[in-house]
């Protein structure tokens, strides 16, 4: 299948490590030219390093904060240089704190806020002028299978990410006319250091050895295992393609089966 990628510009936001860099590979792999982002430098060069070696090719990369609108806007503007615009816009973030509702206060509650929401919102109003003008555009928005059924432990992920799918929805009427798609995707258990993270938190709430966690979590997934970064990529590849024609407005699991809710 021809995805129609290699005189595209992609940013992935939030993507030095985890699902963030594996779509970022998988875009490199079609030709495109991928802009990868995170706070760190250092965790840049050595991800570009690690993407070019894995594809082939290698992406640029810009420090950004994601929580900081000035560092926003300059991401999108050097973005846009090597092709007047950014025809792909990845939204992704780390996730939040892991905690119940008592554990947290207003200071947090923003923070999350900023992050997991109003993040998205400040880079897609960043991006929007130039995919109008192209009368072209794929926004995909990373989310979590929380927005289906939500998860032990993590209150501030369960609320902010079903913010997510509502601008997901509504801005998919909206822009159509402009012939941008907009979509979502929702992940499972993936094999990353957050997974990893969210079952050492779980495992010290409830005073459980974490392999007994991460097991518990496994036996739930019909496919019997945990996703590798890279099939994430190569969903959010055909959404931000060309192939992609007639998808919008959506919110696709990749889960392994996890969710049984009926959407």
């Given at each position: 299948?021809?995805?129609?990628?290699?005189?595209?510009?992609?940013?992935?936001?939030a993507?030095?490590?985890?699902?963030?860099?594996?779509?970022?590979?998988?875009?490199?792999?079609?030709?495109?030219?991928?802009?990868?982002?995170?706070?760190?430098?250092?965790?840049?060069?050595?991800?570009?390093?690690?993407?070019?070696?894995?594809?082939?090719?290698?992406?640029?990369?810009?420090?950004?904060?994601?929580?900081?609108?000035?560092?926003?806007?300059?991401?999108?503007?050097?973005?846009?240089?090597?092709?007047?615009?950014?025809?792909?816009?990845?939204?992704?973030?780390?996730?939040?704190?892991a905690?119940?509702?008592?554990?947290?206060?207003?200071?947090t509650?923003?923070?999350?806020?900023?992050?997991t929401?109003?993040?998205?919102?400040?880079?897609?109003?960043?991006?929007?002028?130039?995919?109008?003008?192209?009368?072209?555009?794929?926004?995909?928005?990373?989310?979590?299978?929380?927005?289906?059924e939500?998860?032990?432990?993590?209150?501030?992920?369960?609320?902010?990410?079903?913010?997510?799918?509502?601008l997901?929805?509504?801005?998919?009427?909206?822009?159509?006319?402009?012939?941008?798609?907009?979509?979502?995707?929702?992940?499972?258990?993936?094999?990353?250091?957050?997974?990893?993270?969210?079952?050492?938190?779980?495992?010290?709430?409830?005073?459980?050895?974490?392999?007994?966690?991460?097991?518990?979590?496994?036996?739930?997934?019909?496919?019997?295992?945990?996703?590798?970064?890279?099939?994430?990529?190569?969903?959010?590849?055909?959404?931000?393609?060309?192939?992609?024609?007639?998808?919008?407005?959506?919110?696709?699991?990749?889960?392994?089966?996890?969710?049984?809710?009926?959407?």
């Amino acid at each position: 299948m021809n995805f129609g990628l290699e005189n595209k510009t992609v940013l992935v936001l939030a993507s030095g490590s985890g699902l963030g860099k594996a779509v970022a590979g998988e875009f490199l792999k079609e030709g495109a030219t991928v802009v990868i982002s995170g706070r760190g430098e250092e965790k840049l060069v050595s991800a570009a390093a690690d993407l070019e070696n894995k594809t082939g090719r290698k992406p640029l990369f810009c420090p950004c904060d994601i929580t900081n609108s000035e560092d926003l806007k300059k991401l999108v503007s050097f973005a846009s240089g090597p092709g007047g615009g950014v025809d792909v816009l990845v939204n992704n973030a780390g996730g939040p704190p892991a905690g119940t509702f008592e554990s947290f206060g207003d200071d947090t509650w923003v923070k999350a806020f900023e992050l997991t929401l109003l993040s998205y919102v400040r880079a897609i109003r960043e991006v929007l002028p130039s995919m109008k003008n192209r009368g072209w555009g794929r926004i995909i928005n990373s989310t979590s299978s929380s927005v289906r059924e939500v998860l032990e432990n993590l209150i501030l992920s369960n609320t902010f990410r079903l913010g997510v799918i509502g601008l997901t929805k509504t801005l998919s009427s909206e822009f159509a006319s402009y012939g941008i798609l907009v979509n979502a995707i929702g992940p499972g258990r993936f094999d990353t250091e957050r997974i990893r993270q969210l079952d050492r938190a779980l495992a010290e709430k409830k005073g459980l050895p974490v392999e007994q966690v991460s097991k518990a979590s496994l036996s739930r997934i019909p496919l019997g295992r945990y996703g590798d970064p890279e099939e994430y990529g190569r969903l959010a590849v055909f959404l931000g393609s060309e192939a992609n024609t007639y998808i919008t407005g959506q919110t696709i699991l990749a889960d392994g089966g996890m969710v049984r809710a009926v959407p």
